[in-house]
Nanobody
Framework: QVQLVESGGGLVQPGGSLSLSCAAS????????MRWYRQAPGKQRELVAL???????NYADSVKGRFTISRDNAKNMVYLKMNSLKPEDTAVYYC?????????WGQGTQVTVSS
């Protein structure tokens, strides 16, 4: 099992930046895939970005070129750097780990983009 704790959310103006962090309770070097999801009010949870154990990344079309996912295996951390934020990026952001057919979720962190 792995426990995940997100941090770094907050209120930011359109065009601004935020960096989210996800701290894992155990080594993530062998975890198959680490992902960031988000869920806006009244909408389904959607995949934002993922990074595999080999370092391959993939992004939702809506965030390509603006968001960057990374991982630091030595610190058991996953990050999501968000630039050029838009009001439609407002959501609760969740860290997710997928390993050996099991999924683990953090509690989420709120990101609000508003002037």
């Amino acid at each position: 099992q792995v426990q995940l704790v997100e941090s770094g959310g907050g209120l930011v103006q359109p065009g601004g930046s935020l960096s989210l962090s996800c701290a894992a309770s155990r080594s993530i070097s062998s975890i198959d895939v680490m992902r960031w999801y988000r869920q806006a009010p009244g909408k389904q949870r959607e995949l934002v970005a993922l990074i595999t154990s080999g370092g391959s990344t993939n992004y939702a079309d809506s965030v390509k070129g603006r968001f960057t996912i990374s991982r630091d295996n030595a610190k058991n951390m996953v990050y999501l750097k968000m630039n050029s934020l838009k009001p439609e990026d407002t959501a609760v952001y969740y860290c997710n780990a997928f390993h050996q057919l099991s999924e683990y979720w953090g509690q989420g962190t709120q990101v609000t983009v508003s002037s």
